[in-house]
């Protein structure tokens, strides 16, 4: 033990003398301001989001409804959540029950939920990464993860073509989630076992001209 603990804390020592000098500015030459036309981020966001197994359905912001409706409709959701501060008309075609979330509610009541309906904060075509900030419209982490379908609604303008633009379209401070498909995980025997931290299926509605 007496051995381990000094071969570790040696290597500790010798980082530390290759360290640069306290107060040192490090360059971060990261690249920014990368931009893809509409059609292009739009497929190559759809591309990625079909590889991580989600379903993407894209639509004119004038469907919205009738789109949510639908997705809600084909996978047997008759009970939706939905943050405080959703669009209500986005759930106008709908014929089952909305039930609006509250920071009160406790988590495990959301269990009773068919599905959720959020919007979000930005895309990243890219990665096919969807990122979620707790606005109004989007509510808290405990809405988009619990219920076993999440639809979340990206509007086409809102999605950059990577990571360094995508981030910079987030405000700083705010409680981001990051989503890449539905949950999943390979770590029993590399076997993918989907719903195990977050929900099973994630459809994605694209609003192409918002």
Not at 85 to 97: P, Q
Not at 164 to 172: I, Q, R
Request: with cysteine.
């Amino acid at each position: 033990m007496t051995t381990a603990r000094a071969t570790v804390l040696g290597r500790i020592r010798d980082a530390l003398a290759l360290a640069p000098p306290s107060g040192t500015t490090v360059p971060r030459a990261y690249r920014t301001g990368r931009v893809l036309p509409d059609d292009e981020r739009l497929a190559l966001f759809t591309d990625r989001l079909l590889d991580y197994r989600a379903e993407v359905r894209p639509c004119t912001a004038d469907r919205t409804a009738d789109v949510l409706a639908e997705v809600l409709r084909e996978h047997g959701a008759h009970l939706v959540g939905a943050p405080a501060g959703l669009d209500a008309t986005w759930l106008d075609a709908f014929d089952g029950e909305v039930r609006r979330d509250a920071a009160d509610v406790p988590a495990p009541r959301l269990e009773a939920l068919d599905a959720v309906v959020t919007a979000s904060a930005a895309g990243c075509a890219e990665t096919g990464t969807i990122f979620l900030d707790g606005a109004p419209d989007q509510g808290r982490r405990a809405l988009s993860l619990v219920p076993d379908l999440h639809v979340c609604v990206v509007d086409l303008s809102a999605v950059r073509a990577g990571v360094p633009e995508a981030l910079a379209a987030l405000t700083p401070g705010r409680p981001t989630t990051l989503i890449s498909g539905p949950s999943a995980t390979s770590d029993i025997e590399l076997e993918r076992v989907e719903g195990v931290h977050g929900p099973r299926t994630l459809v994605v509605v694209i609003r192409t001209d918002a």
